[in-house]
């Protein structure tokens, strides 16, 4: 189970941090990573974070604004969104995978499991 939260409504060049807490005892070895749909759009990946954080990857359109983190002790994976845009605005997703390697940060959203119920991030201009 997955519960973001975090969203809200933010003005050009704010900054948001998404948090997206995890149910159960063996978070450590999940694969995390945060996605997002906008209306009419397909999900598209944003950021991803192996169990062991030592492996991440960005979006083009979000690498140096973006940063994810993650605190296994808390069960919880985070995305600080700095210098927002009009076109970050979308529902932002959570989702899980179980990984069975340290570095496994998986980009495509049909390698996740587990998803949340999704936060509303509004960027007006």
């Known amino acids: 189970h997955l519960e973001e939260s975090g969203g809200g409504l933010v003005q050009t060049g704010d900054s948001l941090r998404l948090s997206c807490a995890a149910f159960g005892d063996t978070f450590s070895t999940y694969s995390m990573g945060w996605f997002r749909q906008a209306p009419g759009k397909e999900r598209e990946f944003v950021a991803t974070?192996?169990?062991?954080?030592?492996?991440?990857y960005y979006a083009e359109s979000v690498k140096g604004r973006f940063t994810i983190s993650r605190d296994n002790a808390k069960n919880a994976v985070y995305l600080q969104m700095n210098s927002l845009k009009p076109e970050d605005t979308a529902s932002y997703y959570c989702a899980a995978v179980l990984s069975d390697s340290y570095y496994n940060a998986p980009t495509g959203p049909y390698e996740y499991t587990y998803w949340g119920q999704g936060t509303q991030v509004t960027v007006s201009s």
């Open positions: 974070i192996s169990w062991g954080a030592n492996v991440q």
